[in-house]
């Protein structure tokens, strides 16, 4: 029960925040907006400012929007001037108007991190070594389990990444590597040995390793404002190129197609991480957001990329599509939306047949 609560809040946070976006810059341009409705469904509440409705709706999840002129023959629109059409703004504004809502899901992503880092701070792994694979290039070199390795070719280490990270970018070459083993400090030449592993999408690259595993010491690391609006910006930047190099990897099938997944398995997600508390919970709610607002960028008719496609064609040919030609991209991109959401259920429904 408590996960489904959790699961609804997630999915109303996200929709509203999106609906937002498009909200706040419409308002910014001076487009008319007649209704925006926190939630949807009959409406709880309800509070005439200006020219614009606001509503407090019966179902929580998410809000919407309703523009002045968003579809070209509104009722009610003699309300509005016609400066205040959504329909008679030039295109870069239609765009900006339209593309607010997946950047404001990368925002929401980012206050999220912030929160989580000057909240909570960050827990790193420490570089010592906890085990040293028999007959790898650190053991033939002389690096031992419990040695804690403090510099790589001169580079201060103070944190397991970084110790990775220098490794992968070594090439292969040779690496004098700095430890501290009880009260010496110690220097070891190793050259690391390039090996076949597999990455986060499951291909086969080539990457150097010196055969060592960290040990179980983990670090709190507390952050200030300052420092948290740096970690919140690399993290939603990590995330965001991550999610990308993703979705490029499912286009080519190097990830299987069965890994796509729908409300239900996003229920699942949210409702585990509750099981952790809050902060996992918001973890999870921002690495949603980033896939909801690159989702939405897709230039697939229906999604707001769909839009920004058509508004930038009409840029570049000074003149709108065709009715017509909208109408069949519009059918199309809804039927293509409509076939993956029904492949995602089917995933989920699998995922769960299948893990009994």
């Known amino acids: 029960m408590v996960g489904m609560i959790y699961f609804v809040l997630v999915l109303g946070l996200l929709i509203f925040f ?55 023959q509104g ?37 999220i991190y912030f ?54 970018r070594s090439k292969g070459k040779v690496l004098e590597i700095t430890v501290v083993r009880g009260r010496k400090t110690l220097t070891f030449h190793v050259k690391p040995r390039i090996v076949v592993a597999k990455n986060i999408f499951g291909e086969e690259v080539k990457v150097p390793r010196i055969g060592i595993i960290a040990a179980d010491r ?30 490029i990897k499912l286009m080519e099938r190097v990830i299987p197609l069965k890994t796509i997944g729908g409300p239900i398995m996003i229920a699942q997600m949210v409702s585990k991480q509750a099981q952790y508390g809050i902060w996992d919970v918001l973890g999870l709610t921002a690495l949603i957001s980033i896939n909801l607002g690159l989702l939405n960028l897709l230039p697939i008719p229906v999604l707001d990329g769909g839009h920004i496609l058509f508004y930038g064609l009409e840029t570049i040919m000074r003149r709108p599509l065709s009715p017509a030609v909208r109408e069949i991209a519009t059918r199309i991109g809804l039927t293509l939306l409509i076939v993956l959401m029904l492949f995602a259920v089917y995933n989920d429904i699998v995922r769960i047949v299948t893990s009994k």
């Open 218 to 247: 983990w670090v709190h690391i507390r952050m200030g404002p300052f420092a948290s609006i740096k970690a919140s910006f690399k993290q939603t930047w990590v995330v965001t190129k991550l999610t990308v190099e993703g979705m």
């Open 75 to 111: 009722e009610e629109e003699g309300l509005f001037s016609e400066e205040e059409h959504f329909s008679k703004r030039p295109p870069y504004q239609r765009m900006m108007v339209v593309a607010a809502g997946p950047i404001f899901n990368l925002l929401l992503a980012w206050i």
């Open 18 to 72: 999106h609906e937002m976006g498009h909200f706040l810059v419409a308002k910014a341009l001076g487009i008319g907006v007649k209704t925006f409705s926190l939630g949807f469904g009959p409406p709880l509440l309800r509070m005439q400012r200006g020219s614009t409705e606001y509503r407090l709706s019966l179902l929580p999840l998410g809000g919407y929007v309703k523009l002045v002129g968003e579809v070209e």
């Open 115 to 168: 929160f989580i880092f000057l909240c909570v701070g960050q827990q790193v792994l420490l570089p010592s070594i906890g085990q040293v694979v028999e007959g790898s290039p650190a053991c033939k070199a002389g690096l031992r389990s419990g040695d804690r390795i403090v510099a790589i070719d001169g580079k201060r280490v103070q944190y397991w990444y970084q110790l990775v990270d220098m490794v992968g």
